[in-house]
Every structure is written in structure tokens, then in C-alpha cells.
């Protein structure tokens, strides 16, 4: 069982730069893959970023890509999504997540999760 609890979540303007961390408990945090995801009122839980074990390879959805980027730090079980110039259309909670395999980054294929945290942009 890994636990997950995400924060850094709050009210920002377009624009702004915000950094969301989720820290991890549990089993070896090292062990699994890490991944951010999003779901907007009245839209489908969507993928942010993931990233790997040991923080070697890193994806990112279409929608966040050059503005957005996870890292981890698994000397503090940890793991970071920095999101830069942010717009309205980012507003959504944002959860992490984590699994054993480094692929098939959907919800589905996400193992844990954490509670989420509220970005809200305003326009």
C-alpha cells in the first residue's frame, strides 16, 4: 500500500507559476512509476506528467507540454509537478498517482492515489 498526499494546490492568475508536491508513504516510494493527472469540471480525469523510478525519463501530456514538468526527489519521497504560465484552462484538481510500470499512462493503469489538490486560474 502506498499513500499519497498531494498539496500546493490555491488560487493563482493567469499567467503565474505554481509548484504542486505530493509526498509519498508507505511501501519503497522508489519502487513505482509517478504520474499527475487532472480532471476539470464535467471532463474526464486527464494526464498531466509522469515520470520514472528513478526520475530518468519523464513525459507529458500535450496540453502542458513546455510549461509544465514533474520531477522527484526520493530521498524525501516526494515527487514535484512545476507548472509555468498558467491559464485558465489549467484550473482542475490535480491528483498524483502511482504503479509499478513505466507506460500506459492513463487512469486506469494507476494503481494509488492521493486526494487531490484544487488550481484554480483566474482569468
Known amino acids: 500500500q502506498v499513500q499519497l498526499a498531494e498539496s500546493g494546490g490555491g488560487l493563482v492568475q493567469a499567467g503565474d507559476s505554481l509548484r504542486l508536491s505530493c509526498a509519498g508513504s508507505g511501501r519503497t516510494f522508489s519502487n513505482y512509476a509517478m504520474g499527475w493527472f487532472r480532471q476539470a469540471p464535467g471532463k474526464e480525469r486527464e494526464f498531466v506528467a509522469g515520470i520514472s523510478w528513478r526520475g530518468s525519463i519523464a513525459y507529458n501530456g500535450d496540453s502542458v507540454k513546455g510549461r509544465f514538468t514533474i520531477s522527484r526527489d526520493n530521498d524525501k519521497n516526494t515527487v514535484y509537478l512545476q507548472m509555468t504560465r498558467l491559464s485558465f484552462e489549467d484550473t482542475a484538481v490535480y491528483y498524483c498517482?502511482?504503479?509499478?510500470?513505466?507506460?500506459?499512462?492513463?487512469?486506469?493503469?494507476?494503481?494509488?492515489w492521493g486526494k487531490g489538490t484544487l488550481v484554480t486560474v483566474s482569468s
Open positions: 498517482a502511482a504503479k509499478l510500470y513505466v507506460s500506459n499512462w492513463v487512469p486506469d493503469a494507476m494503481t494509488y
